[in-house]
């Protein structure tokens, strides 16, 4: 059984930092593609970040609005992956989802619909 369980998320000011986990457990954790995604109240599942798994090379990948403020990450002897979010802003607030999914190609690693697996997500609030 695949689990995923997010946690990291919570109540902070415009300009602080936070650090998202997701730990996952029923999958050869290595060779998975962990992405990180978020939905706001009536919005879109939206793309945040992405690494690659073993035959990706680790590679990482970024929404714009989030390049040079995120940083993905994964330990792959903890299974568990990161996400490390600082000068956070208001438009950064939503619920943060870890998905993961072996199989998935470099050009679908942006689309939620492509991911098998997700976690139940952590609530990130910025506010003044």
């Known amino acids: 059984q695949v689990q995923l369980v997010e946690s990291g998320g919570g109540l902070v000011q415009p300009g602080d930092s936070l650090r998202l986990s997701c730990v996952v457990s029923g999958v050869t954790f290595r060779r998975y593609t962990i992405a990180w995604f978020r939905q706001d109240a009536g919005q879109e599942r939206e793309f945040v970040a992405v690494?690659?798994?073993?035959?990706?090379?680790?590679?990482?990948y970024y929404a714009d609005s989030v390049k040079g403020r995120f940083t993905i990450s994964r330990d792959n002897a903890k299974n568990t992956a990161f996400l490390q979010m600082n000068s956070l802003k208001p438009e950064d607030t939503a619920v943060y989802y870890c998905?993961?999914?072996?199989?998935?190609?470099?050009?679908?690693?942006?689309?939620?619909?492509?991911?098998?697996?997700w976690g139940q997500g952590t609530r990130v609030t910025v506010v003044s």
């Open positions: 690494v690659r798994g073993s035959s990706g090379g680790g590679a990482t």
């Open positions: 998905a993961v999914d072996s199989g998935i190609i470099l050009s679908s690693v942006r689309v939620a619909s492509q991911y098998d697996y």
